[in-house]
């Protein structure tokens, strides 16, 4: 399966209540470009939980580019591709590899997100690579969180270094970056115990995690990665804001987009927090974690629409 079929797949949910929604607003004849078709194209938007401000953006554009006219349903899909595109662009540069040593991943999230098995499908996509790649289980709050790391390890054949439950969790990663380094391996994965973004003696805990790592090697972490859950929505634009000021977060990994109608939240992630959507997760399997592409991400979003 290709990329684009794979977020055809991951997006079905998505893509479905477009579909009902967008041919239901048509009518074979065409619609006039008027407030209230506009209106009607907005709230559409808005279900897939863009935010209201994109959605907005994009009405603009048709506002734009058809008022008074009467339009076919694929004009307008045109328009919200094009706008979609403007909104989602963003570097390409999936990981940023130290230059030299092993590159240090700090992975953290809320409980629930599909952290661990995030991190787990990203130590089996850069293992597919050619890398070599060391574990470092630090959510030591929850054993279940360092046995699930530890059986994802064996699986995959890669190196874990753990603790003991209720051991300090900078230790753990600091052993962990020690290991990378002591093996040469290329990278090292830092997992951290979910927590909520209120939750300040833990936030606090992160940037001392992240402080730890940095002592050992200047330039780490390399990459700060927020697990964020798709189906929990806009939600997750609030988590984004808190975890970023914590450890200076520099990309998303979106877990769980298969299982929502709302994956219109990438739009609303890349604009409010301004950070990149890295990986998307868009299955179950440990092969189903995949790089973001926004043209990708926009053709799969509407073209099963048509």
Not at 76 to 87: G, H, S, T, Y
């Amino acid at each position: 399966m290709g990329l684009l079929d794979k977020f055809k797949k991951g997006l079905a949910k998505t893509t479905q209540l477009l579909k009902t929604d967008v041919r239901d607003i048509f009518k074979s004849e065409g619609r006039l470009v008027d407030d209230e078709l506009l209106d009607e194209l907005l709230e559409l938007l808005i279900k897939t939980d863009m935010g209201v401000k994109p959605a907005k953006q994009i009405i603009d554009r048709v506002k734009t580019e058809r008022r008074g006219r009467v339009v076919q349903m694929e004009d307008i899909l045109d328009d919200f591709k094009a706008e979609m595109r403007v909104l989602l662009a963003q570097p390409e540069e999936p990981i940023r590899f130290a230059e030299s040593g092993p590159t240090v991943i700090m992975v953290a999230g809320v409980n629930g997100t599909g952290k661990t098995t995030s991190i787990a499908k990203l130590a089996r996509l850069l293992s597919s690579q050619g890398k070599s790649v060391v574990l470092g289980a630090a959510d030591t709050f929850r054993a279940a969180a360092v046995n699930q790391l530890s059986v994802w390890a064996e699986r995959l054949g890669v190196d874990i270094v753990t603790g003991e439950q209720g051991s300090d969790p900078a230790s753990v990663a600091h052993r962990a970056v020690a290991a990378a380094i002591e093996k040469n391996a290329d990278i090292c994965i830092v997992d951290t115990a979910g927590r909520l973004q209120t939750q300040q003696n833990l936030m606090q805990e992160l940037e001392k995690i992240h402080r730890v790592i940095r002592n050992q090697i200047p330039e780490a972490p390399h990459e700060a990665l927020l697990v964020l859950d798709a189906t929990t929505g806009q939600n997750g634009v609030s988590q984004a804001t808190h975890f970023t000021d914590a450890i200076d977060c520099t990309g998303i990994i979106l877990a769980k987009l298969d299982g929502t109608a709302k994956g219109g939240v990438v739009v609303a992630i890349r604009q409010t927090v301004g950070l990149p959507v890295k990986y998307v997760g868009l299955g179950e399997t440990p092969d189903d974690l995949e790089l973001f592409v926004p043209d990708n991400f926009v053709d799969a979003l509407f073209e099963e629409v048509r």
